[in-house]
């Protein structure tokens, strides 16, 4: 079908571009533009109703000088740093375990990825009550088995673990996107492997760690960014930025400024800053790791 | 793999992982059944000793929840459907444009693909002010209009570039429209794609806590994460109440996905995880 294309008479054309067009319109619409107009936004005074005036670096200003906000990325940084290895490993290991194609594997599978489409309102009522310090499951459970119990939300060092725990159950997506890539690896590299005699460890070291590679790659870049997102309805339930600011993430703070105090220029500054952190985290990452293309020496 | 380690070390490794990974869903179903009233237990409870499915009918006299449920509803129903057909509409237009457009319009959509929602909350609440759909249903509706996400505009590309490209040119020399293409040709060959697309634009818009919070005021207007938030603030320690609004919630995806399981094997990209054997 390929090659007889440019035969096609552009009525066909027109037609395709004409399905398209939702799509493309409704995304450049709800997307392509709020993202852009969010830049310009952040170097505007503007309370979301009276025309937005040009305020120059003014928010900016006004971020950095405002301990709230330097809080709130730190909080948020620390929170990616921890949360965003442990899925990534957790989603690592349990594909690594349960690619196989046996039996029971399926429910296995389908039963790791069940807590990822809980949604996320009831997913934090859930945990509301498994850190109940008094008569949550997870407080009982640990005191039976002789472990320290801990006041988990109630503390200010304790929930934001909390927070990065309940993040830890929710990784189903990478899970199979991870499962894909291992069976994307074709078998006969390890059986050639095995006829030269590796061990199981140099086989994964050497063949399906740099076969998977891109896909690890890729999957942190983008949990980098969600798990800042997805951040928000934990906090919001569940401690509402508290104790003391311990779990006060950019989107909850943003929301705050913005819909809250009616600052939306300021709320846009906080947005930039925070996006262009993440972006200098990511190509720091990927030029660290060397490149997207590693792969290639296969 | 080659290298494996025994038989049940293998199983007791998945087993336990799966059975840690299901205990908060268990535990949210048992502590909904706890009789009101009762003390918090002690130990850790594996069942009610008398379970009391009454919780379920107390959400509904407490609050409106059954006005939440409808509009909840009434959200699924108008963006499921608006989104399959306008993410399969350009999933079938790209797979038939040409190249470089093809290739640019993906590009884009990977590129669109990668703006995370939370930067473009603060101007599509003024967008949406400014088209009158701010506190409205219609607000949480919009984004059906265009496909929901590029990624199910993606997955339905990627079913039907696998369609034979020679099945369309002899449906198209038979003289059929653009539009007839699309629904009796391309379609019916890529089902398990548009039941993938349906689950999984059901659970966004049936999960979807930030939207309602953010662009809905009016509790006539309120959906069900709204009403969930509701009742931890009004009723925080009656805990065998909000696992059951949390139970409420949940049951309607567990039961799509069991249900629409087995549709889910025969789909290429899903398969690997619901695969039985």
Redesign the interface.
């Known amino acids: 079908m390929k090659p007889l294309a440019w035969l096609r008479p552009p009525a066909y054309r027109t037609q395709l571009w004409l399905l398209l067009l939702p799509y493309l319109l409704g995304t450049i619409v709800l997307v392509g533009v709020p993202a852009l107009f969010t830049v310009g936004m952040a170097f505007t005074e503007f309370n979301g109703v009276a025309r937005p005036q040009w305020s120059g670096l003014t928010n900016f200003q006004r971020l950095w000088a405002s301990p709230v906000i330097r809080l709130s990325l730190r909080n948020s940084l620390i929170f990616i740093l921890a949360a965003v290895p442990i899925r990534l490993l957790a989603a690592l290991s349990l594909a690594l375990l349960l690619q196989r194609r046996e039996r029971l594997f399926g429910y296995y599978r389908a039963a790791i990825y069940l807590p990822t489409i809980i949604p996320e309102a009831a997913y934090a009522l859930i945990w509301l009550w498994i850190f109940n310090p008094f008569y949550g499951p997870l407080n009982m459970v640990l005191a039976a088995l002789g472990l320290p119990t801990s006041d988990w939300l109630g503390n200010a060092n304790s929930a934001i673990m909390a927070i990065v725990l309940m993040a830890c159950f929710q990784i189903g997506e990478g899970f199979i996107v991870l499962i894909a890539g291992l069976q994307n690896i074709p078998r006969a590299l390890y059986e050639a492997a095995t006829v030269d005699g590796a061990s199981p460890w140099q086989a994964f070291w050497r063949i399906t760690l740099p076969l998977l590679f891109p896909w690890l790659l890729l999957l942190t870049v983008r949990d980098i960014v969600m798990s800042l997102q997805n951040s928000f309805a934990p906090t919001y339930i569940l401690t509402y930025g508290g104790p003391y600011y311990a779990t006060t993430f950019v989107p909850l703070l943003v929301y705050e400024i913005a819909f809250d105090l009616f600052d939306f220029g300021l709320a846009a500054a906080v947005m930039v800053v925070t996006y262009l952190i993440l972006g200098w985290l990511i190509v720091g990452l990927v030029n660290a790791v060397g490149g997207w293309r590693r792969d290639s020496e296969f | 793999?080659?290298?494996?380690l025994p038989r049940l070390a293998?199983?007791l490794?998945?087993?336990g992982?799966?059975?840690l990974?299901?205990l908060?869903?268990y535990?949210?179903f048992v502590?909904a059944l706890r009789a009101p009233g009762l003390p918090?237990?002690r130990?850790?409870e594996w069942w009610p000793a008398d379970p009391h499915w009454g919780n379920y009918a107390t959400l509904f006299t407490l609050l409106p929840m059954g006005r939440y449920l409808r509009n909840s509803l009434l959200v699924v129903a108008a963006a499921t459907p608006l989104t399959l057909l306008?993410?399969s509409?350009?999933g079938?237009?790209?797979s038939?444009?040409?190249?470089p457009a093809r290739g640019r319009?993906i590009n884009l959509s990977v590129a669109?693909l990668?703006?995370?929602?939370?930067?473009?909350?603060?101007?599509?609440?003024?967008?949406l002010r400014w088209f009158g759909l701010l506190d409205t249903l219609w607000g949480l509706i919009?984004?059906a209009?265009?496909?929901s996400s590029?990624l199910f505009?993606l997955l339905y590309f990627w079913s039907f570039r696998r369609v034979p490209?020679?099945l369309?040119?002899a449906a198209?020399l038979d003289g059929a429209?653009?539009?007839q293409l699309?629904w009796r040709v391309a379609m019916p060959l890529v089902r398990p794609t548009t039941i993938a697309v349906a689950i999984l634009t059901f659970?966004l818009y049936?999960?979807d806590?930030?939207s309602p919070?953010?662009y809905i005021y009016r509790a006539r207007w309120y959906t069900?994460?709204?009403g969930?938030?509701l009742i931890?603030q009004l009723d925080s320690t009656n805990?065998p109440l909000?696992?059951a609004?949390?139970?409420l919630?949940?049951t309607p995806?567990?039961l799509l996905?069991f249900v629409l399981?087995r549709t889910f094997l025969s789909n290429q990209?899903?398969s690997?995880?619901?695969?039985?054997?």
Not at chain 2, 96 to 99: I, N
Not at chain 2, 272 to 277: A, C, V, W
């Open positions: 793999m080659k290298y494996q293998r199983h490794l998945a087993g992982a799966s059975l990974f299901l908060p869903v535990w949210m502590s918090p237990p130990t850790v306008t993410a509409w350009a079938f237009a790209l038939q444009l040409p190249q319009l669109f990668l703006i995370p929602a939370s930067a473009v909350w603060l101007f599509r609440f003024q967008l919009i984004p209009i265009a496909a590029p505009v490209g020679e369309i040119e198209r429209e653009v539009g699309w659970v049936w999960s806590f930030i919070v953010l069900l994460p709204v969930l938030q931890r805990w909000l696992l609004a949390a139970a919630m949940t995806i567990l996905f399981q990209s899903l690997n995880l619901f695969d039985r054997s």
